[in-house]
């Protein structure tokens, strides 16, 4: 295993199932077959504990759907052919409902799963005669798993019931929803406590456990999707001064595998990233196995990889819409990754954009160890870059345009190799919005960013309408998972649902 947070995940997850011997998977481990009182008494235990919440912290290979959720609802992607289409044509075509595939699952229960974890440990860990230096990082370590899962889950939902313990008799299964402002209050009281307490970035030896950079980069993502702009500033500069984060010098090179964190600890763009492996065991990728195009076996813009027989290639195609990928700049070198033209397995050049309309790839994550379905590409889901125009939009908003704000998106344009923009450029705060919104999407396509920030900018529905779809306003969030609302009466459907 690649990630050694990952190996210890394991290690521990081992130790904690022979404590109570029972034989469940390691990635979903069931904490009520424990006696925290008998688990927790050690620095393993707890640690098996905390681990097993960083396990349910991440989609794990779930990384592909909640991908294309993000991209196949906007005007950046689409899916053709088989299971994959399928599942993704209730997102497609906006006739989602309570009972849509995913939802339930990957959306809700794995990050309540990790919250529960958090809890367990939360509530407990006080009767533990550990080191007290030890409790303290691993409580602000899993409050801070508690707040990100929250944030996680707003982006899909709007506010979820706030569980902030697992005694039922402190907090009833059927618990009902916060107020907006209660659910707001939390999240940032929580980042902003566990930042103070987590260790900073650059003495965190783990790639994977969380740092100061990942609490401000949090709180960062949660102040802008709730539009607390005024807040951002803040966030962004206490992230900044930690003087360790970076843009790597090469957009591409910074998604190769050979470039990840824990290989190349020059790589300081990657904040929260999500770990992956080309081995099975639930965490891997496979995004691009349906990226790749029929017999794909090599593009000239990607001269670095080459498909191989031991590789998978789906029936399924993850593709690109012709309209943003003709929006990139002809130099824009983040284009480089999307293959319009390929050789396929009779050596013969295939375009693509003339196949079929819609049809251009996405093949940022290729792992040229990929094996089968397993490939161990990570996949980045805040960097430094996003911090960055964070920074720049919040500004925007609360000023207009101004000289910080357009040499913060420069910081941007100069690695892609593309005319950075003048004051005089950008226009109005208006135009400028518009701007930041388009450089977003060149930044970010296939890191499942364009539906958070298409909703952020109004313009989420309004999209959906001009490819012909019918909207209504509750579309914004998904509605709570039906299995959930049958198990929770005290899960009130917002208006619409």
Not at 271 to 296: C, H, K, M
Not at 349 to 360: E, P
Not at 408 to 421: C, D, F, K, M, S
């Amino acid at each position: 295993m690649k990630n050694k947070i990952v190996k210890q995940i394991v290690g521990t997850l081992l130790l904690l199932m022979a404590i109570v011997s029972c034989e469940d998977q390691l990635e979903l481990y069931p904490v009520a077959e424990f006696a925290p009182a008998n688990a927790l008494q050690n620095e393993d235990g707890i640690e098996a504990l905390l681990f097993s919440a960083y396990n349910n912290y991440t989609p794990g290979s779930g990384v592909r759907t909640e991908i294309l959720i993000n991209e196949v609802t906007t005007d950046m992607g689409r899916v053709r052919i088989g299971a994959v289409e399928r599942e993704m044509k209730p997102f497609m075509d906006f006739n989602w409902d309570a009972s849509t595939n995913h939802l339930e699952g990957l959306l809700w229960s794995r990050p309540y799963t990790a919250i529960r974890n958090a809890n367990t440990l939360l509530d407990n860990i006080d009767d533990s005669a550990v080191d007290e230096d030890f409790k303290k990082m691993v409580v602000a370590e899993a409050r801070f798993i508690r707040a990100y899962e929250y944030v996680f889950m707003y982006k899909y939902f709007g506010p979820v019931p706030l569980r902030t313990t697992s005694d039922l008799t402190i907090q009833p299964k059927e618990l009902g929803l916060p107020t907006e402002q209660e659910f707001l209050d939390f999240v940032e009281t929580e980042l902003n406590a566990v930042a103070r307490d987590l260790l900073a970035p650059s003495e965190q030896t783990q790639v994977g456990r969380a740092t100061k950079g990942h609490a401000y980069a949090t709180l960062t993502k949660f102040l802008m999707n709730t539009k607390q702009w005024s807040k951002v500033p803040d966030a962004t500069q206490a992230l900044m001064d930690l003087n360790y984060y970076e843009l790597f010098p090469d957009y591409r090179a910074a998604f190769f595998v050979e470039n990840e964190p824990q290989t190349n600890p020059a790589n300081k763009e990657m904040i929260v990233t999500w770990s992956l492996r080309n081995e099975s065991g639930g965490y891997n990728n496979d995004y691009q196995n349906g990226a790749f195009p029929p017999g794909f076996r090599t593009a000239d813009n990607i001269p670095e990889f080459e498909w191989t027989t031991s590789m998978a290639n789906w029936p399924t195609q993850f593709s690109l819409r012709d309209g943003f990928v003709d929006s990139f700049d002809p130099n824009d070198a983040r284009k480089q990754a999307i293959v319009e033209t390929y050789y396929n397995a009779g050596g013969n050049l295939v375009n693509l954009r003339t196949a079929n309309t819609d049809n251009s790839r996405s093949l940022k994550y290729f792992d040229n160890n990929q094996t089968g379905n397993f490939s161990g590409c990570d996949i980045p889901y805040i960097r430094y870059a996003d911090i960055l125009l964070c920074r720049a939009e919040a500004l925007n908003e609360l000023n207009g345009p101004t000289q910080e704000a357009v040499n913060l998106i420069n910081e941007i344009r100069n690695r892609a190799g593309v005319t950075p923009y003048s004051l005089a450029d950008v226009g109005d705060q208006n135009n400028f919005r518009d701007l930041i919104l388009d450089e977003r999407g060149w930044e970010f396509f296939s890191e499942g960013k364009r539906r958070e920030d298409l909703i952020r900018h109004g313009k989420f529905l309004e999209y959906a309408e001009e490819r012909g779809l019918t909207t209504s306003p509750e579309q914004v969030y998904f509605p709570y998972p039906l299995a959930e609302v049958d198990a929770n009466p005290a899960l009130d459907q917002r208006e619409g649902y």
